[in-house]
């Protein structure tokens, strides 16, 4: 049995104003290939299939699409999961109709623990593996609101409920598995221990920061997502971040991105290929002084048959320049090899902190994230440890609250 495991397509994603819809159609393309190329039984999307829970019409294309072209490979079963990004009725509208097309939906947790366990076959059309399908566990799936529990015992509680859930879903493909089957699992959250990049949204505001290894399952393979950065989980191989196809943020680039084939052989685990994707379209981050950019921007080979390199310069300087951005733009266009390039982002880093937030010298909003604001906040006050990570669950609170009423709108 052999299976590909991807996750955090985020299809429909607008990076900075811009498409990756032609990353993403050239992502599926290989993948497309590469899952008949290595003659893969089963594909796994381990969630954030999409990037909003209102995705545009042509995310959703590419996503119907895919799947159609699928069904003209070797690999013919997928399972997709919600993620954190993915919408449970987005997903879970077309699921009987993709079940026509052996794909296995499972959007959000489901009142029946049978709904998210489904035997998959291997080349020979017989039972290879049995997969436990769970999604991103929202903590009203699992959970009931304690009056006067503290944000301790919120955590714990939360833990505790999602860990049952996996133990629940496991059981039942035990019953399907027997003594001959292996067994995987999926999941969309954050480990412990696990990277994060600035692309990826904190999912249990205030209540459970990260889950610990140690409280999944005993399954064979356990395919995760919601981690941009592809990276194997408390040095358990068999439990693995896939990572996003394409870069998500500037802090990915540069970083192979990668999909996971996992193969099975009498019952058990027996190996694990991780593959590099294709760079489709390069992300650059330069950061220095004036001086060190123009060098670094001398060096950059650029290759011209792919899609336009996106191009983000950080200058480091203690002195204000009200012409900055002209500056730097100037720079780049004077590079005739750099012609292709977009100059996406142009921000300033000061090479000594001042001492307290009022002395920031001009540094105009539209150079800053909301993220990056709260954090300069933070760093230029004297707070202990427990109070920042209040602070911090609070923000992101007040961020998830507008987000979720401004998805509510769109609708």
Known sequence: MRILHTSDWHLGQHFMGKSREAEHQAFLDWLTTLANEK???????????FDTGTPPSYARGLYSRFIVNLQNTCCR??????????????????????????????????????????????????????????????PRDVLESQAGESGEGKQQALQQAIADHY????????????????????????????????????????????FPASAFPSADYIALGHLHRPQVVAGQEHIRYSGSPIPLSFDEAGADKQVTLVDFKDGKLSSIEP??????????????????????????????????PWLEIEVTADVYFHDLQSRVEQLVMEKESLSTCELLRVRKKREKAPAALTTIEQETLAELKVEEVFQQRLEHEEIAEDQVKKLTSAFYSVIDTLHDEQQKEKV
């Open 77 to 138: 079963q997928l399972v997709v999961i919600g993620g954190n990004h993915d919408s449970v009725a987005t997903l879970n509208e077309s699921k009987e109709l993709l079940a026509c097309l052996n794909t296995f939906v499972v959007g959000g947790v489901t009142a029946s623990p049978e709904d998210q366990v489904r035997i998959l076959n291997n080349s020979d059309d017989e039972p290879g593996a049995v997969i436990c399908a769970i999604p991103f566990v929202r």
């Open 275 to 308: 593959i590099v994707i294709p760079e489709f379209r390069k992300l650059i981050s330069i950061k220095g002084s004036l001086d060190d950019i123009d060098h670094q921007l001398d060096e950059l080979t650029i290759d011209q048959n792919a899609l336009n």
């Open 39 to 49: 003659q893969v039984d089963a594909l796994i999307i381990a969630g954030d299939i």
């Open 167 to 210: 133990q629940t879903i496991y059981r039942e493909a035990e019953k399907l598995a027997g003594q001959s089957l292996p067994i995987i699992a999926t999941g969309h959250l954050t480990t412990v221990g696990g990277q994060l990049t600035e692309s990826v949204r904190e999912i249990y505001i205030g209540t459970l920061s990260a």
